[in-house]
């Protein structure tokens, strides 16, 4: 159990970093490869009016800004961890980036064969100015890349469909039961995010 707590742990910070910087404008699945100091995470992403489903193996997050909570889920335990969300430090729900103090077009760039507009975006994280770039194709409200300006993370969408998703989706399944008291490293990332 410690090891795969640990794993969660991991794969929220991921994902937070993913809610920092993406815009959620329309309802949209894809395919999401994130890279986060060297380590590679594959899954599925949904999006829906203010709510957020990432599947990674092993783990499913889930974030309702619409209820202002983050569940992180774990299929082989049907177990789910519940985490109140702060929609004024998520930018989930944003058409910005959170903090954001300047975006600007700085050129064209093909991705996966589609031509893209790519924004370096400026913005205040805990009082620091920091920088990432973002890229928009024709037709798309949602980055189909996102990159730190140091490239110690980068989140790509691929095989992206925007159709409406199904609201099971966004549900903690009957069947799980809650873990309330998370432990460790889990227990800080949530109340970080939380609060």
């Known amino acids: 159990m410690g090891k795969r707590v640990g794993l969660i742990s991991l794969v929220g910070v991921v994902f937070v970093l993913c809610l920092v910087t993406m815009v959620l404008a329309e309802d949209f699945s894809a395919d999401m490869i994130s890279t986060n100091q060297g380590m590679v995470f594959k899954g599925k992403i949904f ?41 004024t ?5 944003s058409d910005k980036v959170s903090g954001e103090i300047e975006r600007k077009l700085v050129g064209k760039e093909s991705i ?28 798309l409200s949602v980055p189909i890349k996102t990159a730190a300006a140091d490239n110690s993370w980068v989140t ?3 095989n992206i469909k925007t159709d409406r998703q199904p609201d099971a989706l966004f549900e903690v399944p009957a069947d799980y039961q809650k873990l309330s008291n998370p432990m460790g490293p889990m227990k800080d990332m949530l109340e970080k995010f939380g609060k």
Request: cysteine-free; overall charge positive.
């Open 47 to 87: 999006s829906g009016q203010d709510k957020i489903r990432m599947e990674v193996p092993g783990s499913i997050t889930i974030v309702r800004m619409d209820r202002q909570v983050m569940w992180l889920l774990m299929p082989k335990e049907k177990m789910y961890m519940e985490q109140p969300v702060d929609p």
């Open 89 to 93: 430090k998520a930018a989930a729900t």
């Open 112 to 139: 996966d064969g589609r031509m893209t507009d790519k924004y370096q975006i400026v913005y205040n994280q805990n009082g620091k100015k920091q920088t990432l770039f973002q890229w928009f194709t024709a037709g």
């Open 156 to 158: 790509e969408y691929k």
